[in-house]
């Protein structure tokens, strides 16, 4: 083995262990704790008041339609949203500089990242499981075996494609408020172009055009079909669950993202120095 190879090597090993040791001091911190239980508490409530409300024509309860929804929403916005505003964060506070300051650093900052972006993501996943297998009848019903597998697959495809935006959103804005202001915006447009959360056959047709090039929208169609009935197909585009294309575009949406978001990193970090981080420090006392 090189000295190249142990390089990268340790630095995949050191990112690793950044990413769960970030995600263990989050699970100490009250404010973060409360929220992973209350987003995952307001979904559960939700799933429990819808689940008598039968969907006409899919003999299915709006409460299961919601779940599957539930989990994409979840991992996009802690791939997403989540991890872009924690680099826009750590470039205003002077860790990316720090990052790149040491070989390899950037590596193991991507690999620290995606760690606890995982971690954070199988939390969720576990949060809302849980209490809604409880609440909500018939959840697992229809999955069996296969649908939980193929329910974990798309998950993790679905995790890949979504963290490299994180990184591409992160690199792009200087403060972790503007990633607030138009973070929030554009996730709330994702949620209703994608149609996590209702069928996607009831919006307008450019929105769903709109919709079919967004990974959430393929995350929460292989999601679907793999814990509804078959009867649930009624509602979707074409009547069918198109399980190759949602592997396919979560594939490319994975592809695309990992050779970009590097790129827009690195760029970023070139652009980062010493001066540069204490006048955004400056700034924000300012603001302060």
Not at 222 to 227: K, M, N, P, S, V
Request: aromatic letters at 8%; proline letters at 5%.
């Amino acid at each position: 083995m090189n000295a190249t190879t142990n390089a990268t090597t340790n630095a995949v090993r050191v990112g690793a262990r950044r990413g769960w040791i970030e995600m263990r001091n989050s699970l100490r911190a009250p404010d973060d704790v409360a929220y992973y239980v209350i987003g995952a508490a307001v979904f559960v409530v939700v799933m429990w008041l819808n689940r008598d409300n039968e969907i006409q024509g899919t003999g299915i309860t709006a409460a299961l339609l919601i779940f599957p929804g539930v989990l994409a929403f979840s991992t996009m916005f802690s791939a997403s949203y989540g991890l872009a505003t924690q680099v826009a964060t750590e470039r205003e506070d002077g860790t990316l500089l720090r990052a790149k300051s040491v070989p390899h650093g950037m590596r193991g900052y991507v690999v620290g990242q995606t760690t606890r972006g995982t971690l954070e993501v199988a939390l969720n996943v576990l949060l809302l499981s849980v209490p809604a297998t409880l609440l909500v009848p018939g959840l697992w019903g229809s999955a069996g075996p296969e649908g939980i597998a193929v329910m974990v697959a798309v998950l993790l495809l679905g995790l890949v494609a979504c963290v490299p935006i994180g990184f591409a959103v992160g690199s792009v804005f200087r403060s972790p408020r503007a990633v607030g202001g138009w973070g929030m915006l554009v996730i709330a447009g994702l949620v209703y172009v994608s149609g996590v959360f209702f069928p996607i056959s009831q919006i307008p047709g450019w929105a769903q055009v709109v919709g079919q090039l967004t990974p959430m929208y393929w995350m929460g169609l292989g999601l679907r079909g793999a814990l509804l009935p078959d009867s649930a197909v009624a509602i979707e585009l074409g009547q069918s669950w198109r399980t190759l294309e949602v592997f396919g575009v979560l594939g490319l949406w994975a592809v695309v993202g990992v050779v970009l978001a590097p790129v827009l990193l690195r760029r970023m970090a070139r652009r980062e120095s010493g001066s540069v981080v204490q006048a955004g420090r400056e700034k924000q006392l300012q603001r302060v």
